[in-house]
């Protein structure tokens, strides 16, 4: 069906609707053509610098609501720092992804009936470097479609020759100051992935389970074992084979007796005696009180264990299968298995008191969603003391500041019981850990800690880190405030003696309409670039803003999409109306300037520029503020109500008045440029396409470098 178009001004020619299709890609390209998302590219002297960095995606992803909406508020926030006349940079990359991208290759081996150890190292790694060509960069042409005005020229990648180097001056920098140390510690470990894991890592799930009540004979000194005994309770009896000892709370009383006299505990299948002692990490209130306590398979019978110097005895290997030192019928078994047979073995012996039905919440692998096993482990790890207390002082001090504020609790929680970082992962796609001999890699983390200034060009004395360090927007999810904004913080203040940004916008988190996270994999996810598709990218974004609030994250409808569409209608069809009465208008783009004070202008002239006035001030208060959905409903209700609904259809009558018809002609083009900046950074296409129309002589040559409203 062929479009209608209606000539509306000196050949230029407007279809009757807006089409998003017809503007996207070719706007997109007059901007790349313009050189002006390169900061040394932009016209005039720009003494201020703006500089934000795209928080990195991993080169495994594609874009999904979350990515969409953080790309919308930079995008905002960039593109009226431009239009305010600074020098500004927006940093773009992507994250090598170590676990998640290796994940992705083993899954396509898996299909060829292959295996990384089949390959072998080398040819792995080959295998992840042609994934990456391959697919590695798709986020990024996703977010080019959303319109964002990145900076493409500076794009990094965390395995950049360059980066490396900067991984590995950090790392050899903390190990001469002694803050690099290699131990042995129970560590998180995922047996599908093999490797260890930060606490930070890990995601929890609810898990119906069982809770085991298990007797464990009583023997006091000089004596044989008595029928007496003491119960205990746990969700895993498989990990009772390495039990070192049985834990009561100092407070509970019911278990007072066993300390009057030298008592041992007759360990179940084992037959191994352990001790019972006291500690205050015990609950009194879970099962019976008394806990077992298996070191090597439980971070908190580990720290139980360094206290009264108990053994570690590791049961459960690298894979999730019970080891050789357990007794010859469970060797071998899966975690589950073992669980089966064991509690089937202390039935036949009498040993199960009950077992009662138990929810609990498990950790899980953040990206493979297997589950966590707790075991010792040779591992590399960072102390955290000196970088904590670091961190800590650059926010107290107001030198980063969170917007909303509230999220400097969840900063402060984490450092304030912060642990030794485990910095050394057991698999083969990252960061080689640049010692003799050592064949891990480092937590992806702790390369992209480095991310604020390694991306301009450290360790080297760059100009681009001279002039763009530190960046002055961080927007983040508050999933990483944790795992990354507290690392960037500390990581900046010792390398480069002053924090990596200044302020810190936690945006919300996209929900489903009935509230739930967003999942792909469960099929509640949605897919922006659909709404792109069926909607336009403009629409996507202003539909998108229109929801952020400081309180509360997005339960996301389609609806708030469908009216960004429609505004970009009444955006377009008031701009027809304006063109056809401004035909004939010459006016020079530097002469576009009405005064309230002007004694020709009628009273619905100064409402709607008075009107105008606020909004420019409000509009731009907001987005200083981070306000962006209050933003987004103030250049919506000016610009449907006061403009079109009200102003519009004033002006028809003005125009047919001799006196009156000039200056009404001037004040709807005035207005209408205007609310175009102003709508610019949220709509940048539907924007540029009718600048470009607009008949204004010396126009700048896009609309992304006119002076923002004053």
Not at 295 to 315: C, E, G, T
Not at 433 to 453: C, H, M, N, Q, R
Not at 525 to 536: F, S
């Amino acid at each position: 069906m062929m479009e209608k178009i209606t000539k509306v001004s000196n050949g230029v020619k407007l279809s009757k609707v807006y089409n998003p299709k017809n503007v996207e890609g070719k706007t997109y390209k007059l901007w790349l053509k313009s050189g002006f998302f390169n900061p040394d590219n932009l016209p005039g002297k720009r003494k201020k610098v703006f500089t934000i960095l795209l928080p990195p995606p991993n080169i495994t992803g594609s874009l999904h609501m979350g990515h969409a909406l953080n790309a919308t508020i930079q995008d905002i926030l960039i593109r009226k720092k431009r239009m305010e006349g600074l020098k500004t940079l927006w940093l773009p990359g992507t994250d090598h992804a170590g676990i998640a991208t290796q994940n992705v290759v083993e899954k396509q081996l898996k299909k060829e009936g292959k295996t990384r150890f089949d390959l072998g190292k080398k040819e792995l790694i080959e295998r992840i470097w042609q994934w990456k060509e391959k697919y590695g960069d798709i986020i990024l042409e996703q977010l080019k479609k959303l319109g964002v005005s990145c900076d493409w020229s500076r794009t990094c990648f965390t395995m950049d020759k360059n980066y490396k180097r900067a991984v590995k001056e950090v790392f050899l920098h903390y190990y001469k100051k002694g803050w690099i140390y290699q131990g042995e510690r129970v560590v998180n470990w995922c047996p599908r992935c093999e490797t260890s894991l930060s606490d930070l890592e890990l995601e929890y799930k609810e898990e119906k389970g069982k809770l085991y009540y298990i007797k464990y004979p009583v023997k006091t000194q000089n004596s044989k074992p008595k029928a007496q005994n003491i119960i205990v309770a746990t969700t895993r009896p498989e990990t009772m084979l390495g039990d070192t000892a049985v834990a009561v709370n100092p407070k509970d009383k019911r278990y007072e007796k066993f300390f009057k006299k030298k008592t041992s505990i007759i360990l179940p299948l084992m037959k191994r005696e352990i001790p019972i002692i006291k500690d205050w990490l015990v609950d009194p209130k879970f099962g019976t009180g008394a806990v077992k306590v298996t070191p090597a398979h439980d971070l908190r019978d580990y720290q139980i264990a360094l206290k009264h110097k108990l053994p570690l005895i590791s049961v459960i290997d690298n894979r999730g299968k019970m080891k050789k030192n357990v007794p010859l019928s469970y060797r071998g078994l899966s975690v589950l298995e073992a669980r089966e047979k064991i509690v089937r073995d202390l039935k036949k012996e009498g040993k199960i008191v009950k077992i009662k039905d138990y929810n609990h919440r498990i950790p899980v692998c953040y990206r493979c969603k297997t589950k966590i096993e707790f075991l010792p482990s040779k591992q590399w790890f960072l102390k955290m003391e000196k970088l904590a207390k670091v961190a800590k002082d650059a926010v107290k001090k107001g030198k980063v500041k969170f917007y909303p504020k509230r999220f400097e609790k969840t900063y402060f929680d984490w450092l304030d019981n912060i642990r030794d970082w485990c910095i050394s992962r057991q698999i083969w796609w990252g960061h080689k850990i640049p010692l003799k001999g050592e064949t891990d890699v480092l937590d992806t983390w702790f390369s992209s800690a480095l991310w604020p200034f390694a991306t301009l060009g450290w360790p080297k004395k760059t100009k681009d880190l001279k002039e763009f360090y530190p960046s002055d927007v961080l927007s983040t999810a508050r999933d990483i405030i944790n795992l990354w904004v507290a690392r960037m913080i500390f990581s900046g203040i010792e390398f480069m003696g002053e924090v990596p940004f200044k302020k810190v916008f936690v945006h919300p988190i996209v929900l489903t309409k009935t509230g739930q996270r967003m999942s792909k994999s469960l099929g509640t996810g949605i897919d922006p670039m659909n709404l792109i598709k069926e909607y336009g990218a403009d629409a996507t974004r202003f539909g998108l803003a229109w929801q952020i609030t400081e309180l509360q994250d997005i339960k996301f409808g389609e609806d708030n999409i469908v009216m960004g569409k429609k505004f970009c209608n009444k955006i377009w069809n008031a701009t027809r109306f304006v063109m056809l009465q401004t035909a004939k208008l010459k006016v020079k783009n530097e002469k576009l300037k009405i005064t309230i004070e002007n004694s020709k202008l009628t009273s619905a002239d100064k409402k709607i520029l008075k009107a105008l006035d606020k909004t420019i001030k409000s509009v731009s208060k907001d987005i200083e503020d981070f306000q962006f959905g209050r933003a987004a409903r103030t250049l919506y209700n000016f610009f449907w109500h006061e403009f079109c609904d009200k102003y519009i259809e004033v002006s028809k009558s003005q125009i047919l008045n001799p006196k009156t018809q000039n200056q009404t002609r001037k004040i709807l083009l005035y207005v209408l440029v205007t609310s175009l900046k102003l709508l610019h950074p949220f709509m940048p296409f539907i924007t540029e396409e009718i600048y470009q129309k607009l008949p204004i002589e010396n126009k700048k040559t896009v609309l992304m470098i006119e002076r923002w409203p004053q």
